[in-house]
């Protein structure tokens, strides 16, 4: 399954927005953090992970579904928000604690909810799994169609939600896709210090699924092993696990300061840096020219500019909206 | 003389104290060896002692904890490091479901020494999982220790007494205050008393109990107070199980009233054990009811609103004034 014309410019322009939004929170959240780093501080405080170098894994699996689709996304979930159409006014808003944010404000970057468009976030590590297997048990009962896709780390595949979660789901043959961003490092972990293995794909084996590897961070060869697994699902065959070589650009958080990177390793991965190399193959592949791209790029960051203005002006929250939503 | 330092310098100190003076103490947990953990409080300590000592788990909580456990059973003391307090869900399977009631279901043939230690509580205005006291979770659990250190010095005391303690102590160190100030601590490997509380301040009028990051609070509404003639007795719990209630009710006979002060929700809270004790006990020395200056009873919020949810000094004066008031 090859992409059209169309879907590769579908997931060039959401790989420029994904990452235009995350050079702009990147500065932004620095406002008020220096000289001296406190993360309390600035517009924008807690933790805040980028997602930078990951694009192609969100726009080559979201490529394939649509607002009925579910995504359950990790503490790392800008370019998976973005690629599955979460309201990214809203969703900028939310990172800077606002009132006109998707949770009012209340739960900040790795929080995103937007029932929308069927996405979710669990900041704590593979506990997004469960969700997703359980939304597809939902689909698959209620005979409603569309599929679950679990986004997680390589680091999360050790947790024990995984292994549980890829078994129930082979069992019982859930329209459910698990997607691994391998990144290399779960924050300081190298994932040849947490997994004896060195391809978390074959563990697909282990409980009766089939898995794939994507190397190479590219795009269109996600969008092809996607677009299959997750047919699969819609055709009632059950759970796929897939995982994909991706580079993590920036620090696991920001002021990170990386000090367990081998020499060299971040230089390596710029140069590896996968949106200059999709621009190269659109204009080898579809006469893409300069011209083509200076003006999607000003659309990608019209749309940010515009959410991140959306944010600021936005209020913050009265205190006691706090209180309300406990219960009913 | 000892340098002045700051507490999670005193978790680290403590830490690597405890570990030259006893081989079988062996770290474990996510990102602490070679990073030194994402706060700092492991740093250079696996260059000291090497990697068999500090350990860099996968990101595995639930197994983090049975390590802990099965370790306590074969001889070795384990100090494990949850990244954040939001994380450490998993980890009662193994510590109320195990760590906890093996003395008693033992009989007291075995026990299970280890010590858990997460950073926790509000501060650096993060969300939810990242912020929140759920320190009543566990002080509810018999056999197992909860203990939360407030000044660099009782974090490096306590920690002490944790790792020699032969129970399993759950160690909460309170991130708002992991930098906050500094204090000159004497690495003499002196531990601290376990299950005692430590009077910071006497007073004569009211008695403010609190614990972690609110005993500053706490000690500048005592401040404030002083200057207008109330004189508060303030005690910091330490140890919120076992709790040392002689040391409280001892103070609330004193003076007669009683302000509780904690930043974890109030329904439920270890605040509400205290005051039901000291009712139950002394009932008749108290001359105002016992009032709670806590969270809310709701989900952590994200950023401006974590100020307006914490308590501060001002919701602490207000409560002495009201509990002054009342007769
Ligand atoms: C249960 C749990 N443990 C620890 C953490 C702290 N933490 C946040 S991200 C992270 C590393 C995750 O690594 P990986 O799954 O590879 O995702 P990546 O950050 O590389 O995208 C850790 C340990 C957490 N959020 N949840
Ligand atoms: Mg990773």
């Given at each position: 399954?090859?992409?059209?014309r169309e879907q590769q410019?579908w997931?060039?322009?959401?790989?420029?927005v994904s990452r235009?939004?995350e050079?702009?929170i990147?500065?932004?959240?620095?406002?008020?953090?220096?000289p001296?780093f406190?993360?309390?501080?600035?517009?924008i405080?807690?933790?805040m992970?980028?997602?930078?170098?990951?694009?192609?894994c969100?726009?080559?699996v979201c490529?394939?579904l649509?607002?009925?689709d579910v995504?359950?996304?990790?503490h790392r979930?800008?370019?998976v928000a973005?690629?599955k159409?979460?309201?990214?006014?809203r969703m900028?808003a939310?990172?800077?604690?606002k009132k006109?944010?998707?949770s009012?404000?209340?739960?900040?970057h790795?929080?995103?909810?937007?029932a929308?468009?069927?996405?979710?976030?669990?900041?704590?590590i593979a506990?997004?799994?469960?969700?997703?297997v359980g939304a597809?048990?939902?689909r698959?009962?209620?005979?409603?169609g569309?599929?679950?896709?679990?986004?997680?780390?390589?680091?999360?595949a050790n947790?024990?939600a995984?292994h549980?979660?890829?078994?129930l789901?082979?069992v019982?043959k859930?329209?459910v896709?698990?997607?691994?961003e391998d990144?290399?490092w779960?924050?300081s972990?190298?994932?040849?210090a947490s997994?004896?293995i060195?391809?978390?794909?074959?563990?697909a084996a282990a409980?009766?699924?089939p898995?794939?590897?994507?190397?190479?961070n590219d795009p269109?060869a996600?969008?092809?092993?996607?677009?299959?697994a997750?047919a699969?699902?819609?055709?009632?065959?059950?759970?796929?696990?897939i995982?994909?070589?991706?580079y993590?650009l920036?620090?696991h958080?920001m002021g990170?300061a990386?000090g367990?990177r081998?020499?060299g390793?971040?230089?390596?991965?710029?140069?590896?840096?996968?949106?200059?190399?999709?621009?190269?193959?659109?204009k080898?592949?579809?006469?893409?020219?300069?011209?083509?791209?200076a003006?999607l790029?000003?659309?990608?960051h019209g749309?940010?500019?515009?959410?991140?203005?959306?944010?600021?002006?936005?209020?913050?929250p009265e205190p006691?909206e706090?209180?309300?939503?406990?219960?009913? | 003389?000892?340098?002045?330092?700051?507490?999670?310098?005193?978790v680290?100190?403590a830490?690597?104290?405890a570990?030259?003076?006893d081989?079988k103490v062996?770290?474990?947990g996510?990102?602490i060896?070679?990073?030194?953990?994402v706060?700092?409080?492991t740093?250079?300590?696996?260059?000291?002692?090497g990697?068999?000592?500090?350990?860099?788990?996968?990101?595995?909580?639930?197994?983090?904890?049975?390590l802990a456990v099965g370790?306590?059973?074969?001889?070795?003391?384990?100090?494990a490091?949850?990244q954040?307090?939001?994380f450490?869900?998993p980890?009662m399977?193994?510590?109320?479901?195990?760590?906890?009631r093996?003395?008693?279901?033992?009989?007291g043939?075995?026990s299970?020494?280890l010590?858990?230690?997460a950073?926790?509580?509000g501060g650096i205005h993060?969300?939810?999982?990242h912020?929140?006291s759920?320190?009543?979770l566990?002080?509810?659990i018999?056999g197992?220790?909860?203990?939360?250190?407030?000044?660099?010095?009782?974090?490096?005391?306590l920690?002490?007494?944790?790792i020699d303690?032969?129970?399993?102590?759950?160690?909460?160190?309170?991130k708002?205050?992991?930098?906050a100030?500094?204090?000159p601590?004497e690495d003499?490997g002196?531990p601290?008393?376990l299950?005692?509380?430590f009077?910071?301040?006497?007073g004569d009028?009211?008695t403010l109990?609190?614990?972690?990051?609110?005993?500053?609070?706490t000690l500048?509404a005592?401040d404030r107070?002083a200057?207008?003639?109330?004189s508060?007795?303030?005690?910091?719990v330490?140890?919120l199980?076992?709790l040392?209630l002689d040391t409280?009710?001892?103070?609330?006979?004193k003076?007669?009233?009683?302000?509780i002060?904690h930043?974890?929700p109030k329904?439920?809270?270890?605040?509400?054990?205290?005051?039901?004790?000291?009712?139950?006990?002394?009932l008749?020395e108290?001359?105002?009811p016992?009032?709670?200056v806590?969270g809310?009873?709701?989900v952590?919020?994200?950023?401006?609103?974590?100020?307006?949810y914490?308590?501060?000094?001002?919701?602490v004066?207000?409560?002495?004034r009201?509990t002054?008031?009342f007769?």
């Amino acid at each position: 399954m090859k992409p059209s014309r169309e879907q590769q410019l579908w997931m060039y322009e959401q790989m420029l927005v994904s990452r235009y939004f995350e050079e702009s929170i990147e500065k932004i959240y620095m406002e008020g953090k220096s000289p001296a780093f406190n993360m309390a501080n600035g517009p924008i405080p807690g933790e805040m992970h980028l997602s930078n170098g990951q694009e192609p894994c969100a726009v080559g699996v979201c490529a394939h579904l649509d607002a009925d689709d579910v995504v359950t996304s990790t503490h790392r979930p800008h370019h998976v928000a973005i690629a599955k159409g979460v309201d990214l006014d809203r969703m900028t808003a939310e990172i800077f604690g606002k009132k006109t944010g998707l949770s009012g404000g209340r739960g900040g970057h790795m929080h995103i909810f937007d029932a929308d468009v069927n996405f979710s976030c669990s900041g704590i590590i593979a506990q997004g799994m469960g969700p997703a297997v359980g939304a597809a048990l939902s689909r698959q009962l209620q005979r409603k169609g569309g599929v679950a896709v679990a986004f997680l780390g390589e680091g999360a595949a050790n947790q024990g939600a995984f292994h549980e979660s890829l078994n129930l789901a082979a069992v019982w043959k859930l329209p459910v896709v698990f997607v691994i961003e391998d990144n290399a490092w779960g924050i300081s972990v190298a994932k040849s210090a947490s997994t004896a293995i060195e391809r978390n794909d074959q563990r697909a084996a282990a409980y009766g699924m089939p898995g794939h590897f994507i190397p190479g961070n590219d795009p269109l060869a996600i969008f092809e092993v996607a677009g299959e697994a997750i047919a699969r699902a819609r055709r009632g065959e059950g759970p796929t696990l897939i995982e994909i070589e991706t580079y993590r650009l920036a620090g696991h958080f920001m002021g990170d300061a990386e000090g367990y990177r081998p020499e060299g390793e971040k230089d390596a991965l710029f140069a590896k840096d996968p949106i200059p190399k999709f621009r190269n193959h659109l204009k080898a592949s579809i006469g893409w020219t300069d011209a083509d791209d200076a003006e999607l790029v000003a659309r990608a960051h019209g749309l940010v500019d515009g959410a991140i203005a959306f944010a600021r002006d936005s209020a913050y929250p009265e205190p006691e909206e706090a209180l309300e939503k406990v219960f009913v | 003389m000892s340098n002045a330092i700051t507490m999670v310098e005193a978790v680290n100190l403590a830490l690597g104290r405890a570990m030259s003076q006893d081989e079988k103490v062996v770290l474990l947990g996510e990102d602490i060896g070679t990073n030194g953990g994402v706060f700092r409080a492991t740093v250079d300590l696996k260059a000291k002692f090497g990697n068999k000592r500090v350990l860099d788990t996968p990101l595995a909580e639930t197994m983090i904890a049975g390590l802990a456990v099965g370790m306590a059973a074969q001889g070795l003391k384990a100090v494990a490091e949850i990244q954040f307090m939001g994380f450490i869900f998993p980890t009662m399977e193994h510590i109320v479901g195990h760590a906890a009631r093996l003395r008693n279901r033992t009989r007291g043939r075995l026990s299970c020494p280890l010590v858990l230690r997460a950073p926790y509580g509000g501060g650096i205005h993060a969300p939810e999982h990242h912020s929140e006291s759920t320190e009543a979770l566990f002080a509810h659990i018999p056999g197992l220790r909860v203990v939360i250190p407030s000044s660099p010095a009782r974090a490096y005391g306590l920690l002490l007494a944790a790792i020699d303690c032969p129970d399993p102590v759950l160690f909460l160190e309170p991130k708002r205050i992991y930098r906050a100030s500094k204090q000159p601590v004497e690495d003499n490997g002196v531990p601290l008393p376990l299950d005692t509380c430590f009077t910071l301040r006497e007073g004569d009028d009211i008695t403010l109990i609190s614990w972690g990051a609110m005993i500053s609070e706490t000690l500048q509404a005592a401040d404030r107070l002083a200057d207008e003639g109330v004189s508060c007795e303030v005690i910091d719990v330490a140890t919120l199980n076992p709790l040392d209630l002689d040391t409280m009710l001892a103070s609330v006979t004193k003076t007669g009233r009683c302000v509780i002060v904690h930043e974890a929700p109030k329904s439920g809270a270890v605040g509400a054990e205290i005051a039901a004790s000291l009712s139950e006990r002394g009932l008749l020395e108290l001359r105002a009811p016992i009032a709670r200056v806590a969270g809310y009873d709701t989900v952590m919020p994200y950023y401006r609103l974590e100020n307006h949810y914490m308590p501060n000094s001002a919701d602490v004066i207000d409560a002495v004034r009201q509990t002054l008031e009342f007769a």
